[in-house]
């Protein structure tokens, strides 16, 4: 069965870190790409970052570039994605989503079923 | 960035009606738009890719059209589980921005 399960939201302080990860299964997580999309409260969706299957490629959204970080293990089957200086506007859903074998960008095929960041002090 | 915008934020319908939701670019991506579905408190859904590119398993009631600035979402003949709301994405060029969403919800 194709599956992504995230971890690692909660509630953090303004200024605080926090590593999200995403653990996929039922598929050959190295030979697809990934990307991490957020959803806060009431809102639409943003796509946040992407990776490569080899992590040779990435691509961060303007609005967290220098504070999150996304990366892979594929020895693990897993996804992350560091998050340094959290700010309240960061408080959402997070998503993790899997993307092609070649293509880098969308569609996203498979998505976890999110975890809840919370930044507030 | 490439802008998207879809209309309208919101429709209301009644089962077996047709709704046609639109998406436009604020430039050109040739046919690399996606389509999801999201119902309230669960992830997106893919629907269609490459505007008209029907997703495995998806309905075939979906319909999707259009290239260059200008796309549509066609539900022909709605269904209870329709109820959602759909956003269109752009595949063209990083970031893959989304559109804001359009609510289906029940008349």
């Known amino acids: 069965q194709l599956q992504l399960v995230e971890s690692g939201g909660g509630v953090v302080r303004p200024g605080r870190s926090l590593r999200l990860s995403c653990a996929a299964s039922g598929f050959v997580f190295r030979t697809y790409t990934m990307h991490w999309v957020r959803q806060a409260p009431g809102k639409g969706l943003e796509w946040l970052a992407f990776?490569?299957?080899?992590?040779?490629?990435?691509y961060t959204a303007d609005s967290v570039k220098g504070r999150f970080t996304i990366s892979r293990d594929n020895s693990k089957n897993t996804l992350f994605l560091q998050m340094d200086t959290l700010k309240p506007e960061d408080t959402a859903v997070y998503y993790c989503?899997?993307?092609?074998?070649?293509?880098?960008?969308?569609?996203?095929?498979?998505w976890g079923q999110g975890t809840v960041v919370t930044v507030s002090s | 960035d490439i802008q998207m915008t879809q209309s309208p934020s919101s429709v209301s319908a009644s089962v077996g009606d047709r709704v046609t939701i639109t998406c436009r670019s604020s430039?050109?991506?040739?046919?690399?738009l996606v389509w999801y579905q999201q119902k309230p408190g669960k992830a997106p859904k893919l629907l269609m890719y490459?505007?008209?590119n029907l997703q495995g398993g998806v309905p075939s009631r979906f319909s999707g059209s259009g290239s260059g600035t200008d796309f549509t979402l066609t539900i022909t003949s709605l269904q209870p589980e329709d109820f959602a709301t759909y956003y269109c994405q752009q595949a063209n060029t990083f970031p893959p921005t989304f559109g804001p969403g359009t609510k289906v919800d029940i008349k």
């Open positions: 990776i490569s299957d080899d992590s040779a490629k990435k």
């Open positions: 490459s505007a008209s």
């Open positions: 989503a899997r993307g092609g074998v070649t293509m880098l960008l969308p569609p996203l095929d498979i």
């Open positions: 430039q050109g991506i040739g046919t690399w």
